[in-house]
């Protein structure tokens, strides 16, 4: 029993330490630069990925050399990410350094598959710190023991130069005042690559040596950065001593405590602690004072307008006809899969629409908007696997229950501002996605009945459009249009497309009303808006529940449209990927978030044609949108306008149309 | 609407008064126990040296910032607890420099959101969701009148982020008048201006807000001399000295501490 406890509590340390290292990096670089590094689970991939490269000619013996060289390398990487990246950003909302290294993860993860493969492997390490060691009677893996050591080693020497060096005492006063250090006439700049570089290179030490005792594979990366973040947050944001205190308590509580006595807790208690603390102490337990929010704005394209209100009309009516036809020329003019990708585009549309209602326009950015979109997904799936086949009454509590949780978690969470209301929603969506491993199945009157179905997921569902038996199943009906028949996908695709010209005339509508007016004014100046006698929280809410209520209705489509749901609706890949759908067309419209669905799913279906790897060519894209083109495609045409010889310049639609020319909607 | 005069201060109607207040920021005390007293009308300047706790004050009045001690009063009621949005729905309201307009959104636009705060109760939360503003009468006409009263009738649908200068001013003033205030907190209207764009703003103010009690932060002593019924003068984050501008110009204490210095 006692030897059984020590061992969980010594896996416990041993995750513990890696995380610390993890985490330190991870917050002395939020601390200096107010960056927040969603890069850097990448990095501590690439660590082990480099250490592997380098022991597999020598074996073993070179593990070492590897533990020195590769986060050395590692380390360049980030100095470079810093240097071409993140430096540009300096002086914008600190927002876009999440947007900009969301974007770095698509790209070095689609790297390590380029170039290692998707498979796993494992890292030679040497006799030494192999085997196992008698310790008062108990078998204690020297490897475990060699990770506590080295990584406290390592962590120890990191705090002292922070704390004892000339360099730690310019970087400490850096994130104290870093106009303050400019004016003694250092050279701020190369001290925040400095800083990029070393929580990059203590990633990657972190990487090696947990890959020592795991697998090496392409997702380790994606596996760590959130605890990370959950550790960051608990810890204090920018706190060392935090990081390390975070660190321990969470690997402690997930291996020691967790894993081997409530494995059902397993995955949500650190969520929960980490919404606890960032409602009752957004500092978390070791910061100082809440770092200001830097001054910036989101940078919106609302103001692309070229065209008067009537020809946007026109337009707008012009785009909605021409998507109407789309499904005619199936078979014909193009393959069915075409519709198929347009149905992905119109859903995914009033996903990004939805997203973009509150970050657009009341400048709150979620990072689980995942959430919503997997509950609408989960509820329709549950409604109609367990209650009614009715499509209607699915879908209408896809709406009322997402707007629900979205009025609760707006409730707790928006009176926390920039980053942290960020964070937050990230946590809320986490714990969600957790959820629904766990509530597999329950037991319901004695009977066990299946919930969320786990990782299956659920599937074969067979939904019928209409209530009470009066409606019709798509799948059994066919309607002609002259000579072209429109059965199923066909049909479902004015399902998506009349949800999408809803949701989209709904949200226009209430931009005019004075509800809108407000949230405007909310995105200009929200301290003003306060001093005019509005209670801007109370607005932002109102707009999160529409927002959730919206993502609701998208993900239940998608789960109409694919018949089936799985955890992966609802991981916070989700949440990324439609943020880099608002942030390719244009925040603060509602036209540029369905041309950023657009351009996204146009450009995963040509790149796939070419290469598995589209991620990457994507990731690069968009690390270029958020460097050079931050307001998205609708703000081309404004850029554009200066060279234009005389006259309006073109419309919103100058997004590089590929094979099929309609596009979602105007304004 | 005809110019106006300010009429004179009636005694005894007291609008607002500050009972002890208090801002702690950490060790250092920015307001240290002041105690005002604004009469209905009054032309109230605040004047100080730099870091005195002028604006520290303002903002404990509006509910910018919560107070470490004491209790503000507005029209009687203990409005200490009350968040910035309740208090300028009160009556309260607080002009910001000129550069704090709506930037994005259109004049007409900035001064109804004004007017909209003020009848707010006169729609539903389901309404005002879809129902689009310009069918709101009430709510339309007075930001039509403010417009007119300020002048800036004729450029209504301009964005506030292209008008001139002297618009901006124009457009700023509206706004706080179209939130229908009783008191109405300046922090230094004119930094920054020349001499005529100072007169200019300050004639403005005189004209447009004739109906409100105003309380001015400003640098410009001679300026405040001609204006204020009465100065209160901060040092500190304490009242050195209040009264009228003679009474204050006069006094020994603030010609030691305050204006000799100023006078370089």
């Known amino acids: ?667 | 609407m005809e110019a106006q005069e300010r009429e004179p201060v009636a005694a005894g109607d007291t609008i607002l008064r500050t009972d002890g207040l208090v801002r702690k920021f950490g060790e250092f005390t920015a307001t240290d126990h002041v105690d005002l007293e604004i009469e209905r009308g009054e032309f109230r300047s605040i004047i100080g040296p730099n870091g005195a706790g002028k604006t520290t004050l303002f903002n404990l009045i509006s509910g910018a910032l919560p107070v470490t001690d004491g209790t503000i009063y507005f029209d009687g009621e203990d409005i200490t607890g009350l968040s910035p949005q309740q208090r300028v729905r009160r009556g309260i309201g607080r002009s910001f420099q000129i550069s704090n307009v709506f930037g994005g959104l259109s004049v007409r636009e900035n001064v109804r959101l004004a007017a909209q705060s003020v009848h707010r109760d006169e729609y539903n939360i389901v309404e005002s969701l879809f129902k689009t503003t310009d069918k709101y009468e009430r709510m339309n006409e007075r930001t039509d009148r403010i417009l007119e009263r300020v002048g800036l009738d004729d450029i209504a649908e301009e964005e506030a982020d292209v008008l001139a200068y002297g618009d901006r001013r124009r457009l700023e003033i509206g706004v706080v008048l179209a939130t229908d205030p009783d008191l109405v907190l300046f922090d230094e209207p004119t930094a920054g201006m020349s001499v005529e764009e100072t007169q200019g703003t300050i004639d403005l103010i005189e004209d447009v807000l004739v109906d409100q009690t105003l309380m001015l932060i400003e640098h410009d002593i001679e300026l405040v001399m001609e204006l204020s019924d009465n100065i209160t003068v901060l040092n500190r984050g304490e009242i050195l000295a209040e009264g009228t501008p003679e009474e204050v110009a006069n006094n020994q204490a603030v010609q030691d501490a305050y204006l000799g210095g100023m006078v370089e």
């Open chain 1, 1 to 667: 029993m006692v030897a059984g406890v020590i061992q969980q509590l010594l896996d416990g340390l041993t995750l513990g330490v890696v995380y610390v290292l993890l985490a330190a990096g991870l917050s002395v670089i939020f601390g200096v630069m107010h960056v927040i590094n969603f890069a850097h689970g990448e990095l501590f991939a690439l660590g082990a990925y480099f250490a592997l490269a380098l022991i597999a000619p020598f074996g073993g013996t070179a593990f070492f050399a590897a533990l020195i060289v590769a986060p050395l390398i590692v380390g360049v990487i980030g100095v470079a990410i810093e240097r071409y990246t993140v430096q540009p950003l300096y002086g914008r909302n600190p927002l876009y350094h999440i947007l900009l290294t969301f974007g770095l993860v698509l790209v070095i993860n689609d790297l390590i598959y380029l170039i290692w493969g998707p498979g796993a492997s494992s890292l030679a390490r040497p006799d030494v710190i192999s085997g196992t060691v008698s310790v008062l009677g108990l078998g204690v893996g020297v490897y475990n023991v060699f990770i506590i050591v080295a990584g406290s080693l390592m962590a120890f020497g990191v705090w002292a130069s922070l704390e004892y060096t000339r360099y730690g005492l310019i970087i400490r006063a850096g994130s104290q005042d870093r106009q303050m250090v400019r004016n003694l006439g250092i050279n701020i700049d190369r001290y925040y690559s400095l800083v990029f570089g070393m929580g990059a290179a203590l990633a990657a030490f972190a990487g090696i040596i947990l890959a020592g005792t795991r697998q090496v594979n392409p997702e380790m990366g994606m596996s760590v950065i959130i605890p990370a973040f959950v550790i960051v947050v608990l810890g204090g944001l920018g706190s060392f001593k935090g990081a390390v205190a975070g660190g321990l308590l969470v690997g402690i509580l997930q291996e020691s405590i967790l894993r081997p006595y409530f494995p059902f807790l397993e995955g949500m208690v650190i969520f929960l602690l980490m919404i606890g603390i960032l409602l009752i102490r957004p500092q978390g337990l070791f910061g100082t004072e809440a770092p200001e929010d830097e001054s910036g704005d989101l940078l919106t394209g609302s103001r692309g307008g070229f065209l008067d209100p009537q020809t946007r009309n026109r337009l707008g009516l012009a785009m909605i006809l021409l998507l109407a036809l789309v499904p005619l020329g199936a078979g014909t003019l193009y393959s069915t899969f075409i519709v198929t990708l347009m149905i992905e585009i119109l859903i995914w549309g009033l996903f990004a629409l939805s997203l973009d209602f509150i970050m657009g326009y009341t400048g709150l950015v979620s990072l689980g908007h995942a959430l919503f979109y997997g509950l609408g997904a989960y509820v329709v799936a549950i409604t109609i696997q367990d209650v009614t086949q009715s499509v209607i009454v699915a879908v209408a509590l896809a709406i009322v229950i997402s707007a629900a949780i979205a009025w609760f978690v707006g409730f707790l969470s928006i009176r926390v501002a920039g980053v942290y209301f960020a964070m937050i929603t990230l946590a809320f969506a986490e714990l969600f996605y957790n959820a629904i491993y766990r509530l597999d199945t329950i037991e319901l009157f004695g009977e066990e009945r299946e919930v969320t179905g786990g990782s299956e997921g659920i599937f074969g569902l067979d939904p019928f459009y209409g209530i009470a038996g009066i409606g019709v199943d798509l799948d059994s009906i066919g309607i002609f249009v002259g000579t072209t028949v429109l059965t199923g996908q066909l049909l479902f695709y004015y399902v998506a497309l009349a949800a999408l010209v809803v949701g989209f005339l709904l949200t226009r509508r209430m931009l005019q009303s004075p509800f809108g007016s407000v949230l405007k004014s909310i995105r200009e100046n929200e301290q003003r808006a306060t001093f005019l006698g509005y209670d801007t929280v109370v607005y932002k809410r109102r707009a999160f529940v529409i927002s959730g209520a919206l993502a609701g209705l998208s993900g239940g489509l998608y789960t109409l449209f694919t018949g089936r749901v799985f955890p992966d609706n609802a991981e916070w890949m989700v949440s990324g990927e439609v943020i880099v759908m608002v942030i390719l067309g244009g925040m603060g419209t509602l036209y540029g978030p369905i041309i950023g669905s657009f351009t996204f799913f146009s450009l995963e279906h040509v790149l796939t044609g070419y290469t598995d790897r589209w991620r990457l060519v994507l990731g690069s894209i968009f690390v270029l949108f958020v460097i050079f083109l931050p307001r998205g495609l609708v703000s081309v045409p404004e850029l554009l306008a200066p060279y234009l010889p005389g006259g309006p310049g073109p419309g919103p639609q100058t997004e590089p149309a590929p094979e099929d020319s309609s596009t979602g909607g105007g304004d």
